[in-house]
């Protein structure tokens, strides 16, 4: 009998909840670190691809901001539930992708399901940690709230495959932001078959959008972009960096870049979840309210 | 007036398919701006809502002079020509002829019992007149699909007729409101009879109605304008309305006329876009292209 030859899966786009090939007509594989074959196909994102996830998420954001702290808890949750039904498959996904052991997958999975857990109850409490009332010298109730940025372009880490992307995308979202994406390069297909997850998850279609491909080829786009409220970099490339001050200056982005946490810190509860974590996807606004009138 | 009624049917499968394969066609940087410039120049700026106020109106006709504000028009490397017309409800039309005093801006305003045309024929006849003696340039009128779906040809053909006259020398554009025509045959067919009838324009849609303008119904349209065009030596405008929001859908129905009637109806007085989001997407790939920035609806004006 003639021998079964493995069939390479394409891995999409993730844009307005749906899994389209990149505009461009471009991929990359995927190859094995070990037998160095390939493994996978996986588009490559263009420019067009980036203005599209940028159109979905914006088209999200009133509805996405909209919904009560108590309903985005809860569909963070729903995206911890199905992804610890299928678990297997992103852990099995991930030690072909990046020759780590099992056992090192499976640390990296349950601790992206336990980080969706932990942000999503942190859903209706974070208003009140960094909202104030504030004492004014005149007859005004005086209060600082949390809003969201709104659309916010997200540079993922590639230190690992899928924790640096849930540990962004978590507070994010759950902030009443939408997003857009650049997967690690490194490590793109757990991105897509966690979007792939995402997509089944009650998240509405354009809160997440997910673009794997070259980062060059498309930071210099997300940070150019009007669109964007804010840019979220994890990485310390200072070409990367200036180049998203001086773009971001356009529509005075909010930049939001560090250089922490590294390799095996992101599994580290105390390295990489934590409030303030949200703090850097919110606008804090003021309202004077006349009082005693 | 002898009306010839008899047209030839439609292919429907050929003309949808001869419709989007011209949307095919890939127009990119200098010539992109020129047709964004050339669409911005065609539209017909139109609010028709029941909630218009003439602050609203104000507003929009100060839009339509300056479509880009001049301190963003210095960055686009030139001049955004005005619109061609703004087009309003009878009530507004003074306010939008004051506003638009001194300026090449055209007023139109909607009448004839717009948006249904279900109102007694001296009615319709009185309020293109009153329009007129307003100031409008131009009247959009609509036609009693009713009657033309039950096949009173004539009755309909006599109530442009009336109404043109009623017109003078304001410029006569007659809806078709081809989303309720139901078959591309009506569409031929009404687009006939109102240019032997005395239309200026020919215009498809209300915008009131679950379907607007198509490119397929536009195409049938422009190819009965063509026809009519050959056999009497008349030339008769279109105006495409409702459902053309982005740049890309505009650049789709200047092929088409250019396909269909050539480079000749290519221009605000032959061609109108009935459109209102339509402008901002217009200034936005405007302002992209000389940017290299993708734009943000945050900072243009919410019309």
Redesign the interface.
């Known amino acids: 009998m003639q021998k079964r030859s493995e069939i390479l899966k394409t891995y999409k786009l993730f844009i307005n909840g749906q899994f389209p090939r990149s505009e461009s007509g471009h991929y990359f594989q995927l190859l094995s670190p070990k037998t160095k074959k390939p493994i996978a196909n996986v588009a490559r994102g263009s420019r067009k691809d980036l203005?599209d996830a940028?159109g979905a998420a914006?088209k999200a954001l009133p509805g996405w901001s909209s919904k009560t702290a108590y309903n985005r808890g809860q569909i963070l949750y729903r995206m911890a539930e199905v992804l610890e039904g299928r678990k297997e498959e992103l852990i099995a996904e991930m030690v072909k992708m990046t020759g780590a052991t099992p056992k090192k997958a499976e640390q990296e999975v349950t601790s992206c399901i336990d980080r969706l857990v932990w942000y999503a109850g942190w859903s209706d409490k974070y208003q009140q940690i960094f909202g104030t009332v504030n004492p004014v010298a005149a007859p005004y109730f005086n209060f600082t709230l949390p809003e969201p940025v709104g659309v916010v372009g997200i540079i993922v880490s590639d230190e690992l495959p899928l924790v640096p992307l849930v540990s962004k995308l978590a507070p994010a979202i759950l902030a009443g932001n939408t997003v857009v994406m650049l997967a690690s390069e490194k490590y793109p297909l757990s991105a897509i078959t966690f979007a792939e997850m995402i997509a089944t998850s009650d998240v509405p279609a354009g809160v997440v959008n997910i673009l794997t491909g070259i980062k060059k080829e498309l930071i210099a786009?997300l940070a150019?972009?009007?669109?964007v409220n804010s840019v979220n970099y994890t990485g310390s490339d200072p070409e990367i960096l200036k180049m998203l001050q001086e773009e971001g200056a356009?529509?005075v982005k909010r930049i939001i870049a560090h250089d922490y946490p590294k390799g095996d810190e992101w599994l580290n509860n105390e390295r990489a979840q934590s409030p303030y974590w949200i703090h850097s996807f919110v606008e804090m606004k003021t309202t004077w309210h006349p009082i005693g009138i | 007036m002898t009306l010839d009624i008899s047209q030839t049917t439609v292919d429907q499968v050929g003309i949808e398919e001869r419709a989007a394969s011209l949307a095919k066609r890939s127009i990119k940087k200098e010539t992109k701006i020129n047709g964004i410039k050339l669409a911005m120049s065609m539209i017909d700026l139109t609010t028709l809502e029941g909630k218009d106020s003439a602050g609203k109106v104000e507003a929009m006709c100060q839009k339509a002079i300056h479509p880009l504000d001049p301190s963003t028009e210095l960055r686009v490397n030139g001049h955004v020509p005005s619109v061609a017309a703004v087009c309003v409800y009878p009530n507004m039309v003074a306010v939008a002829k004051k506003a638009l005093a001194g300026t090449h801006v055209k007023v139109a305003s909607v009448a004839t019992g717009f948006p249904s045309g279900l109102t007694p024929l001296p009615i319709k006849i009185e309020e293109t007149k009153r329009v007129v003696d307003m100031g409008a340039d131009e009247v959009d009128m609509v036609i009693d699909r009713g009657a033309f779906l039950s096949g009173e040809f004539k009755k309909v053909a006599n109530e442009i007729a009336k109404v043109k006259e009623a017109c003078g020398l304001a410029h006569l554009k007659v809806i078709l409101e081809t989303g309720e025509l139901e078959t591309y045959d009506n569409v031929r067919k009404a687009s006939w009879l109102a240019m032997q009838a005395g239309a200026d324009f020919i215009k498809t849609s209300t915008g009131k109605a679950a379907v607007s303008a198509t490119p397929g119904v536009t195409l049938v349209m422009l190819e009965a304008i063509r026809d009519f065009w050959y056999k009497t030596g008349k030339r008769i405008g279109m105006k495409p309305a409702g459902g053309i929001r982005t740049s890309k859908q505009a650049m789709h129905y200047l092929v088409l006329v250019k396909e269909t009637l050539g480079d000749a109806w290519l221009s605000p007085d032959w061609f109108r876009f009935g459109a209102s989001t339509l402008t901002n997407d217009l200034l936005m790939q405007l302002v992209k292209e000389s940017t290299g920035r993708y734009q943000s609806l945050d900072y243009f004006t919410v019309d």
Do not use: G, P, T
């Open positions: 203005r940028v914006r786009h150019k972009h009007m669109d356009a529509n």
